[in-house]
C-alpha cells in the first residue's frame, strides 16, 4: 500500500490521527519538547517534559517513548521521539543553563532520523493514521521530517501472505511546504525502489527483469534508456560482462540511462554495478556470508534513481548479470577479452570460476 503524504493547519490537540509524533531534546536538566509540541504540552498542562522524564526519557537521539493522551488529544497516543543534542546548533554549553528551545536549529540528518525512528515504533499495520509535530519551521526542517518519516513507514512484504502493511497516511501538522513535499515524495519512491530490488529475492530479479525494471522507470521519468542483450554485447565486444555473466544460465544486460538538462554545462558518467546475485568467492566465503549477495545490485538501483532532476547531464550505465558456477564458467586462466580491446587473464576466483 502507497503511503499518503499530506499536510495540515491543524493543531496536534485537534490532528485526527492515531498517534502524534513529536520531539524531544536532550536538556542539561532532562528531556524538553521540541518545537512544534507546544500545543501537546499545553494540553497536559505543560506536564510533557515532567511525564517523559518520570518515564525514563532522556532525549537522546531517536530514544522513543510512548504515552497515552488519556482524551486529552484527538489522538489517542503521543510518540515521543528523541533529536539528541549533536543535531541542533548552538550545541549545549554547560555553563549555559537557559535556553529557548524554538531558537535551535536542527541538522536535517537528525530530523530525518528522528521521525523515521517515530514511525517505525508504530509497527507495521497498527497505527494507520499518523500525524508529525516535530520541528518543521522552513522548507529545509519541513523536507526531512517528512522524508524520513516516508522512509520509516516502509514495508516490503512481497513474500509474507499477511505480511505488515505501510501507514496509510502521514500528514506533516503546522504548516504548507509544496516544494519541500513534493522533493521527499520523489526521494522517498527512488529509495524505496532501491530497497525493493536489494530485497527481491535473486530468483525473481534475473537480469532481464531488472533491465526491464529498468525501462519502466525510463519510461515514467522521462529518461533515454537503451538496453544491451547478450547478442548486442557480443556484437559490442563486451567479454567482461560475457564471462562473468555465462556462469549463469539467465544472460547478462547493459543498461544505458540518460537525462540532459536544458541548461545543462557539464556532463556527469554514473556506473553501476548490477549483479543480480553474487556467487564470487563461493569457495571462500562461510555461508553466512553468501546471503547479502542478492543485494550486489544495489548500486545499479541506485545509479537508475540518481540519472534525473540535476542541472547536468547524467549517463548512467548498469551492468547486470547473475554469477553462478556451472560447466559454462569461465575457467582459471582463461582470457577475456573486453569492450576497451584490451586482454585480460582470469585468475581471481572472485568471479564465477569452475576450475
Known amino acids: 500500500m502507497t503511503t499518503t503524504l499530506l499536510t495540515s493547519q491543524a493543531s496536534p490537540r485537534d490532528a485526527q490521527a492515531d498517534a502524534i509524533i513529536l520531539g524531544v531534546i536532550q536538556g542539561l536538566d532532562g528531556p524538553m519538547p521540541a518545537p512544534g509540541a507546544e500545543d501537546v504540552d499545553a494540553a497536559l498542562d505543560g506536564t510533557l517534559a515532567a511525564t ?10 531517536e530514544e522513543v517513548t510512548k504515552i497515552a493522551t488519556a482524551g486529552r488529544l484527538a489522538a489517542p497516543l503521543i510518540v515521543a521521539v528523541g533529536i539528541g543534542t549533536d543535531g541542533a546548533s548552538p550545541a549545549f554549553e554547560q555553563e549555559a ?5 524554538e531558537t535551535l536549529e536542527f541538522e536535517p540528518e537528525a530530523l530525518r532520523r528522528a521521525a523515521g525512528a517515530g514511525v517505525r515504533a508504530l509497527g507495521q499495520g497498527k497505527s494507520r493514521r499518523i500525524a508529525l509535530a516535530l520541528p ?3 522548507d529545509a526542517e519541513a523536507e526531512a521530517v517528512a522524508l524520513g518519516a ?10 509474507r501472505g499477511n505480511g505488515g502493511q505501510a501507514a496509510a497516511q502521514i500528514t506533516l501538522l503546522g504548516g504548507d511546504w509544496p516544494a519541500a513535499m513534493n522533493r521527499s515524495r520523489i526521494l522517498a519512491d527512488a529509495v524505496t525502489l532501491v530497497r525493493d530490488l536489494v530485497n527481491t529475492g535473486p530468483s525473481h530479479l534475473v537480469p ?3 533491465a526491464a525494471e529498468a525501462e519502466r522507470v525510463a519510461g515514467a521519468s522521462g529518461l533515454e534508456v537503451a538496453v544491451l542483450d547478450e547478442k548486442a554485447l ?9 564471462g562473468v555473466g555465462q556462469g549463469s544460465v539467465h544472460p547478462p544486460r547493459l543498461v544505458r540511462l540518460a537525462y540532459s538538462h536544458p541548461d545543462a554545462a557539464r556532463t ?21 556470508g553468501m546471503e547479502a549477495m542478492k543485494s550486489d545490485m544495489g548500486g545499479a538501483g541506485d545509479r537508475g534513481t540518481r540519472a534525473g532532476g540535476e ?8 551492468r547486470e548479470h547473475a554469477q553462478w558456477h556451472r560447466a559454462a564458467s569461465l575457467r582459471r586462466d582463461h582470457d577475456l577479452r573486453r569492450h576497451h580491446g584490451r586482454g585480460a587473464e582470469h585468475r581471481r576466483r572472485g568471479a564465477p570460476c569452475a576450475g
Do not use: M, N, Q
Open 208 to 210: 532481464a527483469i531488472f
Open 268 to 288: 556527469v558518467v554514473l556506473a553501476g554495478k548490477g549483479i543480480t546475485f553474487d556467487s564470487g568467492g563461493l569457495s571462500l566465503k562461510p555461508a553466512k
Open 97 to 101: 543553563l537557559e535556553f529557548e528551545p
Open 150 to 159: 516516508l522512509l520509516g513507514s516502509y514495508a516490503f512484504s512481497r513474500y
Open 136 to 138: 518543521a519551521r522552513d
Open 311 to 318: 542541472r547536468r547531464r547524467v549517463h548512467a550505465a548498469r
Open 234 to 242: 557480443a556484437e559490442g565486444g563486451y567479454g567482461g560482462i560475457l
Open 52 to 61: 517523559l522524564a518520570v518515564l525514563g526519557a532522556t532525549g537522546k537521539a
